[in-house]
């Protein structure tokens, strides 16, 4: 498992580190020893009423703390990559489970629809199952991929999550929906549904941590993968398609935006007095430096997804066609490493390239540009 | 009391809005309500609590937040997400959420339920962030 050691608050850079300082990394032995053992609060004092430099220890410290916790979050044990794999000669068949939490947080709830019964009348129980289904067919037609883990996994989902949940996430078992509430309900939108089953599809592959820009490819592979998957049900080519993520999510509220991402103009997609301005950049100069979001994993996604766009939108077609199948052979590319940043990335999308259609075809020429247009250097 | 919720992560995309941290003072809200969050706080043994209930699950997009409460002179912290099990600990995480939004939604002057009336500071930390040329590895 990775380590990452956090080296000068100022220049916010994290590096795997070997070694004895394994054991270290969530205690106070890299960090100033008084700040360490001061309460919260009376960092925010000082972060308001000290003097500059006070402020400035005061305010880093604060944001290393929070961020430790979120270091410990993505440190715990993903699944082995491939390693529920196996061979069969039976032919894939995808297997979902519906449940339904009524509005408890407890899961998963009870099950209120299995593979192949008849709908029930609730209509969020009828999207997340039709919505778990396009996602494995996605996979299994496009890159005949059984499931998530490759090895047939069940799909499953929980509806009527806790109450009014703005918010979907997937726990490394469940996909879980919330009904909405500043939002629309999330199973509405099969993006999202991409979106979140492809982290288990990650977390099987490469296993990008979930934290800086590891975590930023982790987050945008669910996001390129997540809108191919929309795309196909809509029959649309790169170039027809309005590449947002969650739409849906913003239709019928009062909410200031069109969606959660604009993976053609990251920056663009919300600018509310509630949710703030959408802040993704689309291009390295602007990259988001911050300790929140893990940081900044759904901030600075705005760069790759930027890649991606580009790159399916100059092959033209169907992104899953070219463009998507690069991007899948990478996430598999047994040399991309779970703490690979934006170049080492960028650079196995070119290897993929060059092996899939040739060192000098208009592929790998496509992905060369793309990569330089949003700025990373390979 | 003072509680502050920091919302370290606001779940399936980044919400620069609902990222900012809110700082409840009970003492500048009505009495039913601080009463109501006192109860929740020594329901939940609040103060007893560990300091990460983010339980053993890996979950990608889940909300992570930090709460701290200041009660006197006993002050703590708790990380914890929106799958936390302790049905006490989760209500007082909904309370605290309940009136937070209110915060965020109502223009600092002239506040609802302000025994004061002041302006209240609903982002007391800075959101830290910034922008330029980074190392383009981890």
């Known amino acids: 498992m990775p380590v990452f050691m956090f080296i000068g608050q100022a220049a916010a850079q994290w590096v795997p580190v070997e070694g004895p300082e394994r054991n270290t990394m969530c205690d106070c032995a890299q960090r100033h020893p008084i700040l360490c053992i001061i309460p919260p609060d009376i960092l925010e004092n000082i972060a308001r009423n000290g003097t500059p430099e006070q402020r400035a220890e005061a305010m880093n410290t604060l944001a290393v703390d929070n961020t430790m916790r979120a270091m410990r979050l993505a440190q715990r044990r993903r699944a082995p990559r491939g390693g529920d794999r196996r061979l069969t000669l039976a032919t894939p068949t995808k297997t979902r489970l519906i449940y339904d939490a009524h509005n408890d947080t407890n899961l998963p709830g009870e099950l209120v629809r299995s593979e192949g019964q008849a709908a029930t009348a609730d209509q969020t129980a009828t999207e997340a199952y039709d919505g778990l289904g396009h996602v494995w067919d996605f996979y299994y037609d496009i890159f005949e991929r059984n499931s998530i883990d490759d090895a047939g996994l069940t799909l499953k989902g929980v509806v009527h999550f806790n109450r009014g949940y703005d918010n979907a996430f997937w726990d490394s078992q469940y996909m879980v929906f919330g009904d909405g509430k500043l939002f629309g309900r999330f199973t509405a939108s099969l993006d999202v549904i991409g979106h979140e089953l492809t982290h288990g599809v990650t977390e099987h592959e490469a296993g990008l941590a979930y934290l800086m820009q590891p975590g930023a490819l982790n987050e945008s592979m669910s996001d390129v993968f997540g809108i191919m998957i929309k795309q196909r049900v809509l029959n649309q080519k790169a170039t027809e398609a309005n590449w947002i993520i969650g739409e849906e999510l913003f239709h019928g509220t009062h909410l200031q935006g069109i969606g959660l991402r604009s993976m053609k103009a990251p920056g663009t997609a919300f600018d509310d007095p509630v949710l703030g301005k959408d802040n993704q950049p689309a291009h390295m100069s602007k990259y988001v430096r911050t300790l929140k979001d893990n940081g900044g994993v759904h901030i600075n996604s705005g760069i790759p997804n930027h890649a991606f766009y580009l790159v399916a939108t100059a092959l033209g077609g169907y992104a899953w066609e070219k463009a998507g199948r690069i991007w899948y052979e990478t996430l598999r590319d047994s040399q991309l490493r779970s703490t690979a940043g934006f170049t080492r990335f960028a650079r196995r999308t070119l290897a993929q390239a060059s092996t899939l259609y040739g060192a000098k075809s208009a592929e790998l020429k496509a992905v060369q540009d793309a990569w330089s247009q949003v700025g990373v250097k390979v | ?138």
């Open chain 2, 1 to 138: 009391m003072r509680i502050v919720l920091s919302t370290e992560s606001t779940g399936l995309a980044y919400f620069p809005g609902l990222a900012q941290d809110v700082t409840i003072d009970s003492q500048q809200l009505p009495e039913d309500a601080a009463d109501t969050l006192q109860r929740l706080v020594q329901e939940a043994n609040f103060f007893e609590q560990p300091d990460d209930v983010c339980g053993s699950t890996r979950a990608f997009d889940i909300r992570q937040y930090s709460l701290t409460i200041q009660d006197g002179r006993r002050r703590h912290t708790v990380t914890l997400t929106d799958q936390v099990e302790d049905p006490a600990l989760r209500a007082l995480l909904a309370e605290v959420q309940e009136v937070a939004q209110e915060k965020r939604q109502t223009p600092a002057k002239g506040r609802r339920g302000s025994k004061t009336g002041k302006p209240q500071d609903n982002n007391s930390r800075g959101s830290n962030t910034g922008q330029g040329k980074p190392s383009q590895e981890p």
